[in-house]
């Protein structure tokens, strides 16, 4: 699997990384405690070999000088192979001995030698001369006090040992213990390689499978938690999510179910509304032609014998003539009321962009009102998206009213609207004889008017369908008005979608119908 390799291969790199530069410190640790160790020996080898060499002269001191001294010198240069130059020198630094044989009789500037006469100690130092990587070491002799010279040191003894021969063996010492140390990080990183398997790689694939097995659909899958480690808790984590998972995964198909039983009532619901209308409408149809079947035949009748005994009856007995004719009439215009009411609602139109400036001035004309009553437009009418028809019948309806109650000899009815931010809202008003507040809410119900029947001759319907269409437009009616003074029907409707373009504006008329 892709994550198992990639997860298995960074380790291992990260572990190799780790291991090289491991090895490559312990390498140059190695290299310089060998090299240390063998620069030790050589100096050690150089003080044993100065030292059995100042034994011998101490034996005789006589023998300090250069026909002596010379042999014995030639002879440990000539025993140990990997010394490049023995040289004795007396207390003025000039050469007594050499086991090179060149310089002898000449003094020699060397900083060491001074060190080592002026402190009579030791000295040694690691230097190149002649090309050559020596260990120098050199050693004060004293002897006997000399009254002449009033000192008892004889000279000192330098000695160059070769480092070539031990830089090749260090290498290769140096190459042993890398060997070594390179076979134990080959091993410990084997192991450690089994231990990342088994606490990494082996977890983090049983993780990855159950993260699959979920990713495909099975919310059941859980990850086993191996320990109360990273993984572990990674692993718990995992389990709690897919709990959480599989919770909701049962709360969605829960709500599902309950969305298709909702939907499916919906349905249901639909069909019996529709086969409600239907019913309804032909109810309403049927009870129509029933009823005013018989009030036209009741108007029929008492339009005959009014106008065939009209010479024999007196005013009391064409008073009751009169009566069933103003009822029948009253009773006809109930029925149409009912099934306008009835209807708005249910036979729904498309909605379309009406221009009210162009839709009212049809209405005042269709109402055909009485002279005496004016109408003006106040203010421009906008463009709204509705039911041409119901809007019509909103206008028809507030204009019909305000006529038909007008108490003045020069009837008055202005048209306004404003601009309500969402809304556009609307205004009739006139100079009629106005509403009690108490019945602003009652006017609005149906079959309820302020005046007798018999007086007005009204259905009470109007208002109660201006009410209905508005909103079912969304927007709401209301009145206001004082006894006396008139009264104003407001109501809103929605603003159409998009900017109002210029064209849906028409400047007020000053009088539509005078």
Not at 8 to 17: I, K, V, W
Not at 60 to 82: C, G, H, M
Not at 357 to 374: F, K, N, S, W
Not at 490 to 498: E, I, Q, R, S, V
Request: glycine share 8%.
């Amino acid at each position: 699997m892709k994550l198992r390799h990639s997860l298995a291969t960074r380790a291992m790199l990260f572990l190799t990384a780790i291991s090289a530069l491991t090895f490559a410190a312990l390498g140059v640790v190695q290299e310089r405690s060998i090299r240390s160790e063998r620069y030790a020996d050589v100096e050690t080898s150089a003080v044993i070999v100065i030292e059995a060499l100042k034994e011998v002269i101490l034996e005789s001191p006589s023998l300090y000088r250069t026909e002596t001294l010379q042999p014995v010198v030639q002879r440990f240069a000539n025993k140990i192979s990997n010394i490049h130059r023995l040289v004795a020198v007396d207390a003025l630094g000039r050469v007594v001995a050499d086991s090179e044989m060149e310089w002898i009789g000449r003094r020699i500037e060397d900083p060491l030698l001074a060190e080592c006469l002026a402190g009579l100690r030791p000295v040694h130092r690691r230097l190149e001369t002649d090309g050559q990587d020596v260990m120098r070491v050199l050693v004060p002799v004293e002897g006997a006090y000399d009254a002449a010279r009033k000192s008892n040191i004889l000279g000192a003894l330098r000695i160059d040992m070769h480092l070539m021969f031990v830089d090749q063996k260090s290498r290769d010492d140096i190459w042993r213990a890398v060997a070594v140390t390179g076979g134990a990080l080959l091993a410990a990183l084997g192991v450690q390689g089994m231990l990342l398997r088994r606490a990494i790689t082996r977890p983090l694939r049983r993780l990855y499978r159950a993260a699959e097995r979920l990713g495909a659909g099975d919310l059941s899958a859980r990850a086993p938690m191996p320990g109360e480690d990273e993984i572990g808790s990674l692993s718990r984590s995992f389990n709690a999510m897919a709990e959480h998972v599989q919770a909701s995964s049962r709360e969605l198909e829960a709500k599902v179910c309950e969305l298709e039983r909702a939907r499916r009532r919906q349905g249901e619901l639909l069909k019996e509304v529709e086969s409600a209308n239907r019913e309804l409408n032909e109810f309403a149809y049927v009870v129509s032609h029933d009823l005013k079947a018989p009030l036209r035949g009741i108007a029929a009748l008492a339009s005959w014998i009014s106008e065939d005994y009209a010479g024999r009856l007196d005013e009391a007995g064409r008073e009751p003539l009169r009566l069933i004719l103003s009822r029948t009439h009253r009773m006809h215009d109930l029925i149409d009321g009912v099934l306008q009411y009835s209807r708005v609602g249910r036979v729904r139109e498309s909605r379309e962009a009406v221009d009210l400036g162009q839709l009212v001035p049809g209405v005042v004309d269709l109402l055909a009102l009485p002279p005496h009553i004016r109408v003006s437009v106040e203010s421009p009418l906008p463009t709204v998206v509705a039911e041409k028809t119901r809007i019509a019948q909103v206008f028809q309806n507030l204009l019909g009213n305000a006529a038909q109650y007008s108490d003045k000899e020069a009837g008055e009815i202005r048209i306004g609207c404003s601009d309500q931010g969402g809304f556009w809202r609307l205004s009739v008003a006139d100079n009629g004889p106005g509403i009690p507040e108490k019945h602003f809410e009652r006017i609005f119900q149906i079959f309820q008017t302020l005046d007798a029947r018999d007086q007005r001759g009204g259905a009470g319907v109007g208002l109660a369908i201006v009410k209905k269409v508005i909103e079912i437009h969304g927007g709401r009616a209301w009145v206001e008005s004082q006894v006396g003074c008139g009264s104003t029907f407001f109501f809103t409707l929605p603003k159409a979608d998009g900017p109002l373009s210029p064209e849906t504006c028409q400047e007020p008329s000053k009088c539509l119908i005078t």
